[in-house]
Structures are given as structure tokens and as C-alpha cells.
């Protein structure tokens, strides 16, 4: 069983709910299988039956479980595939490898859709979307570049701190959960800015990142790109 950081950033809470997200998707909770009760998840982690229900609700927000009157708490969604799986932030790749990440907003601005961008999010032509890029800063040494395409219909995202977890912000304060997607991984050579910003030789070799995420409601929600130094930093891929 997993122990529960009582000294950590992350809340219990969240703590707990990735502990039994991960027992969902290792198969250790089967589709419509209860799981333990409230009472008994704060006896094994020693841990409030309030941080238990925080944790639940978080769950039952990503509509991994479900709560039936009377019954229980039971698994709704134990057999998503590998493609369809709870998108990872950066941020939590960043956790799961044990490392300390600082993330600063460098730009936020307009521009007008390209050709891929129109397809995916199903825009109408000449349509502006908003575009958010952010340095990504590992143990002390900047790694990565992000950049971020949204619809004009995240526009308060201009408004808020994105100097942190742009997940956390999407999903805490206005309950949109990135959830499906798709993820491509390949090769690219370092331009003048970049090189300049990641402090590497100029064409020196990337990994460039891209991803296309739907929404829990499998609505478009964004598609980014990661422009990363390979040699600072290991991309995990939870199974």
C-alpha cells in the first residue's frame, strides 16, 4: 500500500486520489467494483473521512467513480484504453520522476488559427486563438519550452497566475478536466531562440512534444507543443 506524504505540497487529498486513480488503471479495481468505504480508507492511509470525501469527489469529477446512495462508492471507468487515459500534465510527469519544476509565463497573446488548429478545434476560417508559452525550469536548469493553443473560449486563462500547474487552474477553479488525447514524440534541432533560452548549441537535438487533448466531455480542449532537452530530462509514460 502507498503511504500518504504528511509533508508534502501536494494535499492528502490529492495524494489520495492518485494513489486509487492508479489502482484503477492497474486493473487493482475492476469497472463497477466498489472500493473501500470512506471509513475504511481513513483507517488504512490515517487520514480524516473529510480528505477521504475531497478525494472521492475529485474522482467522481473525472468520472472515474460514482457514488450510489446506500451502497457505495463503485469504478465506472476501469477500462480506458492507453490512448484515452487521464491526460498527464507536465507537472505530474515532473512529480512522478521526483523532480523540482518551476514553470514561468513568458508570453500571451492572439493569433490567427492555422490549418491544423482550425480542423481540431472545428473553428471557422480566419478565426483567432489564443496562445499562452511558458518556460519550463527543472532542478534549477530551464529544460523545456511550452506552447499552448486554446479557443478564444479560455480566454480567462489570460487572467490567472500560470505559473504553476495550468491543469490544477482548469480543473479546481472551473472543473474543465483534460481527460483523452493523443501524444506524438519526435526529433527536432534547436533554433537561435531556442538555443538562446535553453542554453544549448544552436541545432543541437530536441525532443519536440505534441499533444491534442479533448475535455472529459470529449470536447477540444487544447493542443500544445513541448520543445525539451532530452539530456536534462526523461519523458515518463504512466501504463
Request: glycine share 4%; aromatic share 10%; charged share 30%.
Amino acid at each position: 500500500m502507498d503511504n500518504l506524504k504528511q509533508i508534502s505540497s501536494k494535499p492528502l487529498y490529492h495524494q489520495l486520489a492518485e494513489i486509487i486513480r492508479n489502482d484503477i488503471y492497474q486493473g487493482r479495481f475492476k469497472k463497477d467494483e466498489q472500493i473501500p468505504s470512506e471509513f475504511r480508507l481513513s483507517e488504512m492511509y490515517n487520514i480524516s473521512r473529510s480528505t477521504v470525501r475531497k478525494a472521492i469527489s475529485l474522482l467522481v469529477e473525472e468520472k472515474l467513480l460514482v457514488k450510489i446512495h446506500g451502497k457505495g462508492t463503485f469504478v465506472t471507468n476501469s477500462n480506458i484504453d492507453q490512448k484515452n487515459k487521464v491526460f498527464m500534465s507536465f507537472t505530474s510527469n515532473a512529480e512522478l520522476l521526483g523532480k523540482k519544476l518551476i514553470t514561468k509565463t513568458q508570453n500571451i497573446y492572439y493569433k490567427e488559427a492555422s490549418k491544423e488548429e482550425i480542423e481540431f478545434f472545428n473553428l471557422a476560417e480566419q478565426e483567432d486563438i489564443l496562445v499562452i508559452e511558458r518556460l519550463r525550469i527543472v532542478d534549477g536548469i530551464p529544460i523545456g519550452i511550452e506552447t499552448v493553443f486554446f479557443t478564444k473560449k479560455y480566454n480567462y486563462l489570460c487572467n490567472e497566475n500560470l505559473n504553476g500547474s495550468l491543469y490544477k487552474v482548469l480543473m479546481e477553479k472551473y472543473k474543465v478536466i483534460p481527460f483523452t488525447g493523443s501524444k506524438t514524440i519526435e526529433i527536432c534541432y534547436a533554433t537561435k531562440e531556442e538555443a538562446n533560452i535553453l542554453d544549448v548549441p544552436r541545432g543541437s537535438a530536441l525532443m519536440l512534444i505534441k499533444d491534442k487533448v479533448n475535455d472529459s466531455n470529449n470536447k477540444p480542449l487544447h493542443i500544445s507543443k513541448q520543445v525539451l532537452r532530452g539530456d536534462k530530462f526523461k519523458y515518463a509514460i504512466k501504463q
